[in-house]
Nanobody, 121 residues
Framework: QVQLGESGGGLVQAGGSLRLSCAAS????????MGWYRRAPGKQRELVAT???????NYATSVKGRFTISADTAKNAVYLQMNSLKPEDTAVYYC???????????????WGQGTLVTVSS
């Protein structure tokens, strides 16, 4: 199977920056779209940003201009550079990947365990 390993969360003051990293590991698979979602306290999980294998990106309106998503297809990794952080960005951030498993051949959506980002005012 495929697993996602995340890192980079933590505590930062408002206006600061953090960089999240996520890498997919396993055997006999390929990755299509990777992305980041978040769940703030008391709220539903929401899209933050996604990036396709050919580099097309999509951002939530609330993070446009502040967050940048990038991918390293050779490493099956995705990164989220978060700048100008606000207290409302406080959430658990989850890595997500749309994968293709080769044997048996099938699509598989995979989620990471989540990493906590706390932005203090």
């Amino acid at each position: 199977q495929v697993q996602l390993g995340e890192s980079g969360g933590g505590l930062v003051q408002a206006g600061g920056s953090l960089r999240l990293s996520c890498a997919a590991s396993g055997s006999a698979f390929s990755v299509n779209t990777m992305g980041w979602y978040r769940r703030a306290p008391g709220k539903q999980r929401e899209l933050v940003a996604t990036v396709t294998r050919n580099g097309n990106t999509n951002y939530a309106t609330s993070v446009k201009g502040r967050f940048t998503i990038s991918a390293d297809t050779a490493k099956n990794a995705v990164y989220l550079q978060m700048n100008s952080l606000k207290p409302e960005d406080t959430a658990v951030y989850y890595c997500n990947a749309d994968t293709l498993i080769y044997s048996p051949y099938r699509p598989l959506e995979v989620w990471g365990q989540g990493t906590l980002v706390t932005v203090s005012s």
